[in-house]
């Protein structure tokens, strides 16, 4: 089956970004997002998602590679500076092209 | 001693030990939810079949209250802690909000002592959550030229979890009344002091886990953790002197008084004032204040209250 290339952009942060996230994302043009609720630790301590402020999550979000540059920067200029915010690019190779 | 107790400190004992016990973050959920419901019907229910003619001033005073304590707290943290501004007012904000979990054991503590508190005191919980907040946040923004997005706060200070449950459980148990309460009165009400104890057991592990932040928080911030809800007892105790509150109405505002918040304060903070480290403000609301007032803070607070009664 033929695939066509698209980013996979993902996004771990603070649930509290949640909200925030979503709306830049679809702002910026994604279709679409996949969120999930995850643990971790980093430079700011330990995120072990015990109770409200302590939850991090997970956003993928499968897009050209301009929309998921423009929401990168978006989020990095933004709230890296003050929040837990890890970011990165994949490559994935999506079935429908239109969907993404 | 309350049961309650001993189960926040096995938590704290399991965390310190590095056991392997957590509690599902569903559970806790769960949990909270069921807090909020329980404490806003069982205030409902009561205050269906009281005159209500005394609930404002009560409720406008506890509004005030909570507004104040972060003015009041927010020299003290940037002038003798030396801390930034935002520092300073986002931990004056968790102040001037206030903790649902102390307020629950504080009305545990109370029924054990045979003291017989107001029914609207679910209600003044529910008034004193945001306007601290938004003390807090106007510290931290006079004269900087960085915007507040007050509509979503304005959202999250009314349709949050914890000001939409307790509210909507007052209406929901002063719709329905004593008699038609009885169906669910044996999970809303026999069961609450099962559940605070579940949920205690939890704020041991969350709060056992915040005491390595206090290593870096310092002296002062662990000295204002006890010393601030030891003074702001007294404040609320002579606000409810002077509305009329009774011995356990007195008693239980200045517990909330004396409270800091650990769900509404850190999230509203977290988005409003970002710079702020939230390290900071939930180590000493959560790993000093909250401990210290389930342990020797509620009775202290109601011998002010006798004190002043007295």
Not at chain 2, 73 to 90: E, K
Not at chain 2, 100 to 110: E, K, P, R, Y
Not at chain 2, 135 to 143: H, P, Q, S
Not at chain 2, 172 to 190: R, S, Y
Request: with cysteine; charged share 15%.
């Amino acid at each position: 089956m033929q695939t066509h290339a698209r980013k996979l952009l993902v996004i771990i942060a603070e649930a509290a970004l949640e909200k925030d996230l979503v709306r830049a994302a679809r702002a910026f043009g994604a279709r679409g997002y996949t969120l999930s609720e995850v643990r971790g630790g980093g430079a700011r301590g330990e995120r072990e998602a015990a109770w409200e402020a302590d939850r991090s999550i997970e956003m993928k979000v499968i897009c050209s590679e301009s929309v998921a540059e423009r929401v990168a920067q978006h989020v990095l200029a933004t709230y890296a500076p003050n929040f837990a915010v890890t970011v990165f690019v994949t490559d994935v190779g999506v079935f429908r092209p239109q969907k993404f | 001693m309350d049961p309650v107790v001993l189960f926040f400190l096995l938590g704290v004992i399991a965390r310190l030990a590095k056991s392997d016990l957590r509690v599902p973050e569903p559970l806790y959920e769960a949990l909270s939810i069921y807090l909020l419901l329980a404490i806003g019907i069982k205030g409902g229910v009561e205050l269906a079949q009281q005159p209500l003619g005394a609930v404002l001033p009560q409720a406008l005073a506890a509004i005030a209250l909570s507004a104040a304590i972060p003015f009041v707290l927010f020299p003290i943290l940037m002038r003798i802690g030396r801390l930034p501004r935002v520092d300073s007012a986002s931990i004056a904000a968790h102040y001037g909000s206030v903790s649902v979990v102390t307020f629950a054991v504080g009305v545990s503590f109370l029924a054990k002592q045979h003291v017989a508190t107001e029914p609207h005191m679910p209600l003044l919980l529910a008034l004193m959550e945001a306007p601290g907040i938004v003390a807090g946040i106007l510290l931290a923004r006079m004269g900087g030229a960085q915007r507040v997005a007050w509509g979503a706060l304005a959202h999250e200070a009314v349709f949050g979890k914890s000001v939409l449950l307790l509210l909507g459980g007052i209406v929901i148990g002063a719709i329905v009344g004593p008699q038609d309460i009885t169906p669910i009165e044996p999970l809303f009400m026999g069961l609450f002091k099962g559940v605070l104890a579940l949920f205690l057991l939890e704020m041991g592990l969350v709060a056992g886990a915040r005491l390595a932040d206090l290593r870096r928080a310092g002296v002062f911030l662990v000295a204002f953790g006890i010393v601030t809800p030891v003074a702001l007892g007294v404040l609320g105790a002579l606000v409810g002197q002077l509305v009329g509150l009774s011995l356990g109405g007195t008693a239980l505002l200045a517990t909330l008084a004396a409270s800091a918040s650990y769900i509404a304060a850190p999230t509203a903070m977290r988005i409003a004032v970002p710079e702020a480290n939230p390290a900071l403000s939930i180590g000493v609301a959560l790993g000093v204040t909250f401990p210290f007032n389930i342990t020797l803070g509620i009775p202290l607070y109601l011998q002010y209250a006798r004190w002043m009664a007295g």
